[in-house]
């Protein structure tokens, strides 16, 4: 069976003006003689333009153009049968008025119920075209808004102003309809809006080369292929400006998308334009003594060829007998003509450009066939332009060349799109996704700007960024769905239900997965595949782990997609998710974010939920922003689940983990605190075991969010009295290991040294849950604490040991967190070393870590190990610039918030560096206040010795009573957390005490002499 699909279409009403009156005075019968053969006359002129009549009223029709079959010109072919109705309805004519209503928009169309009784579309768009009728002028046709952005190139309208139409809010633009343009390509590319040509080199020069050839009588014939909108017409353009610029004339006909309803047409124009010179002003009589004159060039015209001409062109005398010839004898005649004229013409250079072969209509076909063989050897260069659609009938020409176009390349896709956008440095992501979007594709790229700008997206003040790819994606323009929906319509079967089940599957196509989903069509797939690789709508790729394929262009995918109805879709994206569950089996990890994307299309939000989870799982070693998405996304995936184990489970597991990755991305406490409740709640039914590691991430969470480190040191006692004593050794070793890191902050360096030695113990029976839930190597993170626990225990060489081990095997992570840990240690070693050249190695390297995977935790370390460098090679003004940078950068994005009060004290000792006392004083002071509140105990004893060395610098002898309290202060923390580190500086600090107090006996002993 067929199903129905989401159309874009344009949508007709016309009716019969005050039809009531017209047949007030008549009876029923009477009343159908005289409506009936007006009813007939609007179905004909919709069937003439390809529309279908959806259901005819007593008084009126409605019609569809672009459904059930997609059009590409839906709008324009309903423009011109409303056109046509008009004329057909002339004042002069019947009597009767009427008034035609346009729209356009999607519709779903039903080909099961395209019956002629209404049951074969729906949606919105049709309520809004049969309110837009009413506001129509007795005999005139109005148009919304959307149905004239398609056709405003080619129409003549008269603004109606703003109307209110009842269904949708705010107000409609509306336009009444007058009249057609005479598109040439003059008028298509108006120079003031024109955008720069761009590339294109290759295919100008032989387009010049063919002309000058053709001057030489050797014309050439030049067929331009290429998908619609890569620039044939414009590169015509730009080559019909060179030629005339070069004084040869040049003469465009086009053919038209409803070339079958007004055949020859083209032949027509170019007949008049090309060969007679006719120009549009001349009447009957003028035109016709052009024709004599013209045919008398070649010898005594034939009377029966004038009479043929003047028939065909529309100029014949009024009361002239028709032509006695058979068509097919007329046509073969004027054919002849075509020929011998071609053929006079040799001495002179011209140029016909033939544009959109693909829409010629068989009889101009011939025409064109003729023209192009009789220009052999003259100097009339015909240049033809196509879709790849078109099959060229006379390609085996000796004098014919083509030319495929194809996508412009990325570079210039992008300055194409900045040229539209404008340059503003802040879009350039922006442009980067149109470029990428449209796939090279010139008129896709101008579309999609279009539209976007349409949406106001450019305007002062609106968040592009906010939408980002999503509004892009909301903004794929009607037209460009029109274009692509036509060529996918003519698909045949198999190969529609194909590709409709390849959009499903995505742009990347594993063969397999596709016959997992085809299995009814398992006979006729290769002949299928065959077909749409051969259509260029999907390409084979090299077959490496099974053969597979694109999609040529991403915007093919899309159409296809979007065109297929909800219902249809949901049960095919779940037999794609259980097809990937098998065919990338050995990839899981990597391809579950995929296949979760496929099981919630398929409603199936469990089994997406445990697919999302994995992916969080994956990704959240090396990107935690992604990661705490993901499992954001696994608890909206599970929020109207009934409960069970497994989403109990999976909840838990949400919740911690977007704790535990939270302190990476700058999430505060108070941010997490309802997933760590929900998730507490949760894991004392689930797994009692699973609230030690909840609580342990509520401690990291809380210290990392500014709150005090012996807050941390309390969850995990918490945590570990929550164990039973000896039965869990694994899990011991994880909260040592975290207990480990919280009293390192808490400045208890021997406590945080035993918790690191007992961690180290026991390491290798943490358990695979316990690993995954911390989501970086265990044995990285305990290693790393303990070089830098005895950086600060004074025992610099066990501290590079352990560094230098660390640094070997965080090689092999991936993890840029723990590498960058593992050379941060070693700044930290450097600084105690005094060692500049060490410190700044490794700060180089923690530098090229953020400046490869982003992120302003990596960002904050890179710029503290800088001014670190600095530091220690005494260059204090960029140490302090630098120091200033990273507080400033914790401060605002509120991550590394654990650190601030270290770099204060940092950039408390660079003031001083500097001299500047009285800065250095003041952010010493507020390192001290700090750290006081998050219990940071080695910062807070650096900065009272900074605090106290600075007044002594200031204002000496004046603050010794002051230094000297604030010295037992740091001698007591020094005593307290065992960071002998400090020992040195506080002593010499401190013997200053000493020296001023010396000097101070002096001066009070001179003074007590001078008594
Ligand atoms: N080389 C180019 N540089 C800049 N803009 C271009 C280039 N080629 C095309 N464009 C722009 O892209 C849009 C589409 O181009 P054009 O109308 O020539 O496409 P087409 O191939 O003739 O499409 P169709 O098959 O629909 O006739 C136009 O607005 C044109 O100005
Ligand atoms: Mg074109």
Redesign the pocket.
Known sequence: MTWGELKQATVLFADIVSSTEQIADLDAEQAMDRLGPALARMCASIEKFDGTVIRTLGDGVMAIFGAPRALEGHALLACEAALDMQRAFAPEGQGLRIRVGLHSGQVASDPQNADGKGGGAHGLTIHLASRVVGLADPGGICMTESCYALVRTLCEVQPMGQHVLKGISGQSAIYALTGFRMASSDQ??HPAS???????DRESDLLKQALLATELGQARVVGIS?????????????FVQWCRARQVPVFEVRAQPYGHATPLQPGLSLLRTFFFRIPPADDAAAARSRIVERMAELGPPAEADLALLYEFLGVAEAGSAPSALSPKARHARLLNVVRELVKHDAATTSVILI??L?WLDEASEEFVATLVEAAAGTQTMVVL???PSYRLPWAQFENFEKID?GQ?NLK?TEH?VRTLIGPRAELQDICELVAARSGG???F??ELVRSLVDRGYFLEGSDLRAGGLEAIERALPATVQA?IGARLDRLGEPEKTLLQMCAIIGKEIPLAVLEHMASPLAKVIEKGLDGLCHAELILPQPAVGGRRFTFRHPLIQEVAYSAQLKVRRGPLHGAVAVAMEVYYRDQLDEYAGLIAYHYESAGQFLDAASHAARAAQWVGSTNSALAIKHWHKVRALLQEQPRSARTDNLRVRAGGQICVLGWREGLTLQEVQPFIDEAMELAGEVDGRLIQLLVMAEGRMLQASGGPADGYVERLQKAQSLMEPGADAGRAAMINAALSQAYAWAGMLEQALAANTCALADMGKIDRFDREWIGFSVEHWVMGMRGRLLTRLGRLNEAEQCLKELLVMAQSSNDPVILQFAHFGYVDLASCRQDAALAQRHSARVAEIAEKHEGPYLRVFALSCRAMAASIAGDFGTAVRTFSEALALVRSSRVAMEFETEILASLAECHRGLGNFEQAQDVASEAIEISRQRSTRLPECRALITRAGAMLDARGLASATQARALFTEAEALVRMTGATIYEGTLLRERSRLTMFTDRRDQIDIGAGQAV
């Open positions: 298509h590319f024109l955008t720069p040509f761009l590339g294109r290429g998908e619609p909108g890569a620039g044939k017409s414009r590169l015509c353009h730009e544009e959109d693909h332009n196509f879709r176009l412009l210039e194409l594709n010139p008129f790229a101008e274009v």
